[in-house]
């Protein structure tokens, strides 16, 4: 402990304890790097502590808004007192880290988390009741689609962030050429709007492929159309094997055939998007990001005119089936990994990163592809400022359900999702399976998870 | 005479070769011109009039500066170059010692030494990554480069043993046997006999321990998390495809430009092996 | 004549192999001694091996099987459940699709490869100008990191962008997109497809340099007694081949019956499953669905079959040169 005489420089009044000089040289270290690191968004600002606290999220489908994040970083980093790092990779990569990382019990220190994950690493988790509790609180409740997703057993497991909505993009030109003023309401509508459209070369286009975002969202909600559910209530009993799920299957096999660009069975999450972008189909079911993206590369992306192709695309709601109509959104929450040593850090981090001033800018960046995870982000006025083929998506996450339906959802109902059972027993019923036998096979798989 | 040869020339060799030589190629070449495609044209649909997938009006060059610029690639390009090098040599240090061994001593459970270093390759990186991941953790080696330049030679080592392994056991005996009746020790005689004729298969094991290491995927993924510390397979796929949108440009860039280190060694090594090959083993 | 070692009793002392004294040399001291002995210098060679794999593999490869048998899942320590997850694997219909896959794909890609590669290298083994840039290129697929080739394939299989089917559809071979990656069947050979390309550099660059070992008086004997080219390679190439070749084969079986990346990037397991093979299933079942254990035991179904296969043909390849 020590510093000799002459190492204290001149100009410090050798009367000063040693503390307050190490005081005063600690705070004069950390101005000077709040200062640079205000300066420049790049550099990691050096702390005296040295604590690190390490984000991972997915690329985010804009991405102006995890250019937002990054930029927050540093004044996160100024403001808790450590430094604040963002790492964002594939989406598909996620799960690989996170188990790679609980399994090691070293990584980083929060994960973004989808759908109802948190039920799957429920043991790997810290406790967040506090963080989204109050969260909750300040802005009038979460939406629905939460507490079963995000809460296990009544407590808080991940602190909600956003939903991510979707709906149908459709050209609104070509619907009018085939006669439709307004997107069908019923999937019978639509069955008949694309028929016509599919001769001409324009037909509708969606992936049943394994995908975790566009395929799981057409299969489930044409399941819940018809009446079809995985379990009943309890969540105990498979009641897969229905008339509704049977129709639905019926369905699909005939939109698919007369409606529906086949390639479909090997497109993942972008070739839909692509395909849109280039004219090769009318409508698909997807999140804001086909319009927002063709808006931000209008030179790039055109009509076959040679026009920018962005004013011409709209949104719709999912045609109703015989039962209604019904949304699978993806839902994203933070959670706070078990190992991790910064837990109070990444508390203090999560509360900060949702307080009004900061999400706002995120909110923003998103221009309408997610929503707040409460009700009080309808109001904001951003709304107001978007397009209006983007304003419909303000309401997105009032009327959704998770999979696992109608039982809760838990790691039974992830395991089902993530072995596309669901968006098999269609992509098996469209190449050519009878739909009562695809269904029955759906329901054996089912069974042996559930009733294993 | 002379021209039924030629067309039997043409038939049998020069035309199966161009065969091959477009089959294996093509790809390049279609890689090729994407990354030199403007973007415009990457989205335009196949059955538009102006298509012309084989060729470009427009080449630019802008993918592959984005790709230096915007990306951390180069990083990438010398984190892979690091890591394959130092993966290749372990494995080859260890390869060498333990073919020799193998291959020309003789000592109990020889046999069941060397089974058991094959029966080691069998194993799927797909289930080790998991318990791996722990191992990884317990030396802090994670998010470090030194988690895969030890890791790696798992899957090379066993390949390396067994190629030297098959060159050793050609090296006829009597050649120790001169060297060490004109006083040189065992050990002496396979350092300065031995390693030296096995030129060629230590080259060609370390060709393809390099394109090996070069080449992983999974273990890179979990091992490492900083955006410049990552190998060039990982990088391009996790920072090129952002969700929705494939930056197809910039992803062939990133592919050629990845290829580039691997094509250079191998220029380099394939002459000397093949030309040491053919001159060693005569007689 | 060549000194015998003498050898004999267990333990230490008593395997050290004592050396005829040389002509014109001293006895060996110290530590030269102890490189003497096979015994101890094998087991000096054999030393960085053996910790390097003891370490990564060896140790892994038991926790693995440890997780087979227990119904650890992530986050969830497990308790010890036996074979269950092995007989919950058997009965899973996709397992059994991904097991069928596995097979079919690891058969074609080897003879794809192996026929190939052979030709390949018999084209290669000639004089002709541009020889050394041709075999240079030839190496390229094997070169490119294998997710960056992959991708560049499944663009051009693509379902709406697929330049093969421009070409084709112009060229008038077809009138309607062919459907490479949509189709089940379809997407296995277009599996195939894609790894006999990025394969068959490695069969023939190895094959190649097992035919540059084949001196050319053994050809110049076959053609003076009558033989013709074809009479040549069988008579005379294939069988001083067959040491090389089955190595060869052995490695690729090994790879291509547990690839991962090739199928993971260019179909991800579909079109509903018709292209899951046993690494990717396993993977899917391990980390997306997080159950660890019966992930774990989809892994461990490929080594007795890998096992047998590669112990099949050891021992083939042990009767040709040991006799």
Not at chain 3, 27 to 56: D, K, N, Q
Not at chain 3, 168 to 193: E, N, R
Request: aromatic content about 14%.
């Amino acid at each position: 402990m020590g510093v000799s005489e002459s190492q204290i420089p001149s100009h410090v009044p050798t009367r000063t304890s040693r503390r307050t000089f190490v005081k005063t040289a600690g705070i004069a270290a950390l101005a000077a790097g709040g200062i640079e690191s205000i300066l420049s968004a790049r550099r990691a600002p050096a702390f005296a502590q040295g604590t690190k606290l390490h984000w991972v999220r997915w690329v985010d489908f804009i991405p102006e808004s995890d250019v937002e994040l990054k930029r927050q970083m540093p004044e996160a980093s100024k403001a808790l007192g450590a430094e604040v790092v963002l790492e964002t990779i594939n989406a598909n990569d996620l799960q690989p880290r996170i188990t790679a990382a609980v399994q090691s019990g070293a990584g980083a220190d929060i994960f973004n988390f989808q759908y109802n994950w948190a039920h799957l690493y429920q043991n790997a988790v810290v406790d967040v009741s506090d963080v989204a509790g109050t969260l909750g609180k300040t802005e009038g409740g979460f939406y629905e689609i939460y507490p079963p997703s995000c809460s296990v057993n009544g407590k808080w497991l991940s602190v909600p962030h956003s939903i991510i909505g979707n709906a149908v993009a459709y050209r609104k030109s070509w619907l009018k050429e085939a006669g439709a003023s307004e997107y069908p309401k019923t999937w019978d509508e639509a069955r008949k709007l694309f028929a016509v459209l599919k001769k001409k070369g324009k037909p509708y286009g969606q992936t049943l492929g394994h995908t975790f975002g566009d395929a799981p969202t057409f299969t489930y909600t044409m399941l819940w159309a018809y009446g079809g559910a995985e379990t009943d209530k309890s969540g105990k009993k498979v009641v897969l094997n229905s008339k509704g799920a049977v129709d639905s299957v019926k369905f699909m096999q005939a939109f698919w055939k007369e409606c529906c660009d086949e390639g479909g069975l090997a497109w993942d999450d972008t070739n839909n998007n692509r395909a849109f972008h280039a004219g090769e189909i009318s409508a698909t079911l997807n999140g804001a990001s086909i319009y927002i993206v063709a808006k931000r590369q209008k030179d790039k992306i055109k009509d076959d005119k040679g026009e920018p192709m962005w004013p011409d695309i709209d949104h719709a709601p999912l045609p109703a089936g015989p039962a209604g109509a019904y949304l699978l959104f993806l839902n994203q929450s933070d959670a706070i990994m078990k190992y991790s040593k910064n837990v109070k850090l990444a508390k203090d981090f999560l509360t900060w990163i949702h307080k009004t001033e900061n999400y706002e800018k995120w909110f923003k960046s998103q221009e309408g592809y997610s929503v707040g995870p409460t009700k009080v982000w309808e109001k904001n006025p951003m709304w107001a400022t978007l397009d209006p083929p983007l304003k419909m998506f303000r309401t997105a996450a009032q009327n959704t359900r998770l999979f696992g339906y109608a039982g809760p959802s838990t790691a039974k109902a992830t395991e089902v999702f993530t072995k596309y059972i669901i968006t098999d027993m269609y992509a098996k019923g469209v190449q050519g399976m009878s739909a009562e036998d695809a269904v029955k096979w759906a329901n054996g798989e089912l069974k042996k998870i559930y009733e294993a | 005479m002379v021209i039924e040869r030629r067309w039997k020339r043409w038939v049998y060799f020069y035309i199966p070769l161009t065969v091959f030589v477009i089959g294996t190629l093509f790809p390049f070449y279609w890689m090729f011109i994407t990354s030199i495609r403007p973007d415009a044209e990457l989205y335009r649909s196949w059955r538009a009039a102006n298509n012309a997938p084989f060729w470009t009006l427009h080449p630019t060059l802008e993918h592959f500066q984005d790709l230096m610029a915007k990306t951390s690639f180069p990083h990438w390009l010398w984190n892979t170059f690091f890591i394959a090098c130092a993966s290749t040599l372990i494995s080859l240090f260890c390869g060498l010692l333990a073919g020799y061994a193998l291959g020309r001593l003789k000592f109990p459970m020889a046999g069941t030494l060397g089974t058991s270093i094959f029966v080691t390759y069998l194993v799927p990186p797909t289930l080790l990554f998991i318990p791996l991941a722990n191992i990884i953790r317990t030396f802090q080696l994670g998010d470090t480069p030194w988690a895969l330049i030890l890791t790696y030679p798992t899957f090379l080592i066993p390949f390396s043993t067994w190629l030297l392994m098959g060159y050793f056991k050609t090296i006829p005996k009597e050649l120790e046997e001169c060297a060490r009746i004109d006083g040189a020790t065992r050990f002496g005689a396979m350092i300065r006999i031995i390693f030296p004729i096995a030129v060629p298969g230590i080259l060609s094991a370390g060709i393809f321990a390099f394109t090996l290491s070069w080449n992983e995927f999974i273990y890179a993924l979990v091992f490492l998390s900083s955006p410049e510390k990552k190998t060039v397979p990982v990088g391009v796929v996790s920072e090129l495809i952002r969700g929705d949108i494939y930056f197809w440009g910039q992803l062939m860039a990133g592919a050629l430009l990845g290829s580039i280190p691997g094509a250079l060694v191998y220029s380099f090594f394939v002459e000397y092996y093949v030309t040491g090959l053919t001159g060693s083993v005569k007689g | 004549m060549s000194p015998k070692p003498i050898t004999g009793g267990s333990g230490g002392a008593a395997g050290i192999e004592v050396a005829l004294p040389h002509p014109g040399t001293s006895r060996p001291a110290g530590l030269t001694r102890f490189l003497e002995s096979e015994r101890l210098l094998a087991a000096l060679l054999l030393s960085p091996t053996v910790i390097l794999l003891g370490l990564f593999i060896a140790y892994p490869f038991v926790m693995g099987v440890w997780l087979s048998l227990s119904n650890t899942s992530v986050g969830n320590p497990g308790t010890f459940v036996g074979i269950h997850n092995f007989v919950k694997a058997w009965n899973d219909s996709i397992f059994q699709t991904a097991f069928r896959n596995t097979v079919f794909y690891t058969f074609w890609a080897t003879i794809f490869k192996l026929t190939l590669g052979m030709w390949l290298a018999l084209l290669l083994n000639r004089n002709f100008h541009g020889k050394r840039i041709v075999r240079a290129s030839m190496l390229l697929p094997f070169i490119v990191p294998t997710v960056l080739s992959t991708f560049a394939w499944r663009w051009m299989f693509d379902p709406t962008f697929s330049v093969l089917n421009w070409l084709l559809y112009q060229t008038g071979f077809i009138t309607t997109k062919l459907p490479f990656l949509s189709d089940g069947t379809y997407g296995m050979w277009c599996a195939i497809v894609v790894n006999t390309w990025r394969g068959m550099p490695f069969f023939a660059i190895s094959l190649l340099a097992g035919l540059q070992t084949i001196s050319p008086d053994l050809h110049e004997a076959a053609s003076l007694d009558g033989a013709n080219g074809w009479h040549r390679f069988w008579q005379v190439t294939w069988p001083l081949l067959k040491p090389v070749t089955l190595v060869v084969v052995v490695f690729s079986v090994i790879q291509t019956f547990s690839d991962f990346q090739l199928i993971y990037v260019l179909t991800g397991g579909g079109p509903a499953n018709a292209t899951h093979l046993l690494a990717t299933y396993a993977y899917q079942i391990g980390v997306a669905t997080g159950l660890l254990g019966e992930g774990a035991a989809i892994s461990l179904f490929m080594l007795p079959v890998l096992f047998l296969v590669v112990w099949l043909q050891l021992r083939y390849l042990r009767r040709l040169e040991g006799v």
